[in-house]
């Protein structure tokens, strides 16, 4: 699984799954694309990618929307953004080479011009810089939905994007039927719609 999706909540859920279960040896291992994933000892993966997945059974786990987050203790230094429409002074936060905050920015119809960038290894380092008051990140719901609630985060632009990929659960196709798999898929899913 993703790092970041793994930290955010994933790899709590498959322990607790696992511990209701009675599954007695899980391994867990980062990838973020399909290619990643060694089938060879993986019985199920979730990925940051697009279908189609060739010789695989797969489900959506979530669409992703990219949105705009931050420190509150950043949020003064943002008060006149929405009022200039500019994000000057304001560092930007990402992991791929910036095309996701220019789409971002083209959606708000927010000028980046002034700001910094700062490109990071993963989308796990761009949260934490963020809970941090370093910076701006554009990143999904699904990886920061505890820290908005707990107020650690805030979101202080309405515009959302989408994102160039999905999260996708995926296993070998002769495994799908697994009831372990599905009770599996089950369970993530009635995690994000927050049953």
Same mark, same amino acid.
Request: charged share 20%.
């Given at each position: 699984?993703?790092?970041?999706? %793994?930290?955010?909540?994933?790899?709590?859920?498959?322990?607790?799954?696992?511990?209701?279960?009675?599954?007695?040896?899980? %391994?867990?291992?980062?990838?973020?694309?399909?290619?990643? @994933?060694?089938?060879?000892?993986?019985?199920?993966?979730?990925?940051?990618?697009?279908?189609?997945?060739? &010789?695989?059974?797969? =489900?959506?786990? *979530?669409?992703?929307?990219?949105?705009?987050?931050?420190?509150?203790?950043?949020?003064?230094?943002?008060?006149?953004?929405?009022?200039?429409?500019?994000?000057?002074?304001?560092?930007?936060?990402?992991?791929?080479?910036?095309?996701?905050?220019?789409?971002?920015?083209?959606?708000?119809?927010?000028?980046?011009? &002034? *700001?910094? *960038? @700062?490109?990071?290894?993963?989308?796990?380092?761009?949260?934490?810089? %963020?809970?941090?008051?370093?910076?701006?990140?554009?990143?999904?719901?699904?990886?920061?939905?505890?820290?908005?609630?707990?107020?650690?985060?805030?979101?202080?632009?309405?515009?959302?994007?989408?994102?160039? %990929? &999905?999260?996708?659960?995926?296993?070998?196709?002769?495994?799908?039927?697994?009831?372990?798999? =599905?009770?599996?898929?089950? =369970?993530?899913?009635?995690?994000?719609?927050?049953?």
């Amino acid at each position: 699984m993703p790092p970041a999706l %793994a930290i955010a909540w994933m790899a709590s859920l498959l322990v607790q799954f696992a511990d209701a279960r009675g599954v007695s040896d899980l %391994a867990m291992r980062s990838c973020i694309r399909a290619s990643d @994933v060694q089938w060879d000892d993986v019985d199920l993966a979730v990925v940051y990618d697009n279908p189609p997945f060739n &010789g695989l059974w797969w =489900q959506v786990v *979530s669409d992703v929307k990219l949105r705009t987050i931050c420190s509150p203790l950043l949020f003064p230094r943002l008060e006149g953004s929405h009022r200039d429409r500019k994000l000057r002074d304001v560092t930007l936060l990402h992991e791929d080479d910036g095309r996701e905050w220019t789409r971002w920015a083209a959606a708000a119809r927010i000028s980046l011009e &002034g *700001s910094r *960038s @700062v490109r990071v290894p993963s989308v796990a380092v761009a949260v934490a810089s %963020a809970l941090q008051g370093q910076g701006m990140a554009l990143v999904s719901d699904v990886l920061t939905r505890s820290y908005l609630q707990e107020g650690r985060l805030i979101q202080p632009f309405a515009t959302a994007i989408p994102a160039s %990929a &999905g999260y996708y659960l995926l296993c070998p196709t002769e495994k799908a039927e697994a009831p372990l798999i =599905q009770a599996l898929a089950h =369970q993530i899913a009635a995690h994000l719609r927050g049953d």
